[in-house]
């Protein structure tokens, strides 16, 4: 408990208590005024009418009032349309053919021309959707009319048009909210960069301050030191969620107090990943930097910005060894699917499972770390401690430090005595604890 009070004092005195709620409440505040809408309306188009008819004109009219498209230009020739989209102000650039309304009226097939720039996929969807609606309209105005001339009735026209229809159901998210995909996704990698980022330096910063040694005289000291990292991360996770939900009317169906119980898990599982990681590390700086083998590959792999089906067998088997993929799994499916969470439990008792192999871990590497700094203090000169206080920190008579009154050097930045010799005080008893 001596380690869970330790390292409960130093976040308090950090900033990471209001990081840990803060970042995230930042990110959906960000991205809620950077993403306004669920989806990209009124889209910048060129059209390029070489007809100039009375029919180009009317279809381009057509094409205008589509709440996906915006016609900001139209010209007359334009030898090469790939230049409107270098300066990024135009998405897609419309050919309409010399002929078209020759061709409309002999019922001629025409073919319109869609240029779209396509290095951003999802800006240019819902443009082939209207593109195709437009399209869709003009074939049944144009046929419904001349198949009527030949006996059929309007609706017998209309079945031999258009004979099979498909009735789209998006379940889970039907309108395409970004606040159920894309901000939920930022909150959730805000929140777990901020806890790699204090986390990681977990056994550096033992280390350094000369701490190490005594912490490992009981292995789960270190797993008592996570419990701070779970209440904080887990708080500040759960409260930015409920913020969306409340005034942003994220969807998010599940029981928010059972959804806890994975992201603690989360959380618990990602800080013995950290421990394990940055172990070796000699000081907190270099532990951080040990955050990019963690940080990227959990947060692509975790399907939010990417969808996991695109994703190879074994990049799918890879990426259940991060606790944050498997967070996000009960997020689409108790949050936004709405699953119970009975249908959850495998996913959860192999979470969990996952979670205690890591903790084991953790506790196997504090004893093997344990053995290691007994056989360096067995083997090392008298008044050396590997991984304990320095020898300048004070003891008990005759062990480790200079006799009373014998002279004490200031140890320089690199460990070894400095120039600077003065002379010893008096030495601690021996029921005082040495500081560090």
Known sequence: MKSLLDEWNYLVKSKYPIIAIMFPLIAVLAYTLLLPSSQINESRFVVVDQDNTAYSRQLIQKIDSSQYIHVAQIISYAEHPEEYFYHEQYLAVISLPKGLEDNHNRAVSNRIGLILDNTNTQSVTFIRTAMQEITATENMQLSVPALARTGMSSSQAQGTLSNLAVEVRSLFNPTSNYQNTTILTF????????????????????????????????????????????????????????????????????????????????????????????????????????????????????????????????????????????????????GLRGAPFREMLPELGSMMLYTGVLAMLVIARGLWEKQKLAKMAASAPAGEFPGGPPPEAGGPPGVGGPPSGAPASLPDASGSPGPNVLPAGPPAPAHEPSCS
């Not at 789960?220 to 904080?232: D, E, G, H, M």
């Not at 421990?275 to 947060?299: C, D, K, Q, T, Y």
């Open 187 to 334: 909150v959730c990698m805000f929140s777990f960069m901020m806890l790699n980022i204090n986390s990681l330096p977990i056994v550096a910063r033992l280390r350094v301050s000369h701490r190490l040694a005594g912490e490992l005289q009981n292995p789960f000291n270190l797993l008592f030191r996570i419990i701070p990292y779970l209440l904080f991360s887990t708080a500040g996770l759960i409260f930015a969620m409920g913020v969306l939900k409340l005034f942003d009317d994220t969807r998010f169906v599940g029981n928010p107090f059972l959804f806890m119980i994975p992201v603690m898990l989360y959380v618990f599982g990602s800080v013995c990943i950290n421990i394990l990681v940055a172990w070796g590390a000699a000081h907190p700086g270099i532990a951080v930097s040990r955050m990019l083998f963690i940080f990227m590959p959990a947060f692509v792999l975790s399907g939010g910005t990417m969808a996991r089906a695109l994703f190879p067998p074994l990049a799918l088997q890879i990426s259940d060894f991060f606790p944050f993929v498997w967070m996000f799994k009960f997020l689409r499916s108790l």
